[in-house]
């Protein structure tokens, strides 16, 4: 098992930076793919970005493409999210997740992921 856990979230104005942080415990980070996903009310869960076991491939959505930058800390078992120029369209809960070890997929669907966080509020303030 792996457990994660997210910090980071809050209140922001339009215009702002927050970094998420994701923290791990339990069966070893590393290998896996990590993925920060996000849902607002009313919407479906959709992907923000995804990282690679090795940090060298990521995956953005294309409304967070040059605002926001994923990257991990294999040493320390974290991975982050690094949010600028936020906007009051992403407001929603963010949540972490980790695939199964070894995973070779892309990541872009949450169903290859097993292990989620419990979620973090981000709120933008117009």
């Known amino acids: 098992q792996v457990q994660l856990v997210e910090s980071g979230g809050g209140l922001v104005q339009a215009g702002g930076s927050l970094r998420l942080s994701c923290s791990a415990s339990?069966?070893?980070?590393?290998?896996?793919?990590i993925g920060w996903f996000r849902q607002a009310p009313g919407k479906e869960r959709e992907l923000v970005a995804a990282?690679?076991?090795?940090?060298?491939?990521?995956y953005y959505a294309d409304s967070v493409k040059g605002r926001f930058t994923i990257s991990r800390d294999s040493a320390n078992n974290a991975a982050y999210l690094q949010m600028n120029n936020l906007q009051p369209g992403d407001t929603a809960v963010y949540y972490c997740?980790?695939?199964?070890?070894?995973?070779?997929?892309?990541?872009?669907?949450?169903?290859?992921?097993?292990?989620w966080g419990q979620g973090t509020q981000v709120t933008v303030s117009s």
């Open positions: 339990g069966r070893t980070f590393n290998n896996r793919l």
């Open positions: 997740a980790a695939t199964n070890a070894y995973y070779t997929g892309d990541g872009t669907r949450s169903s290859m992921y097993p292990y």
């Open positions: 990282i690679a076991s090795s940090g060298s491939r990521k």
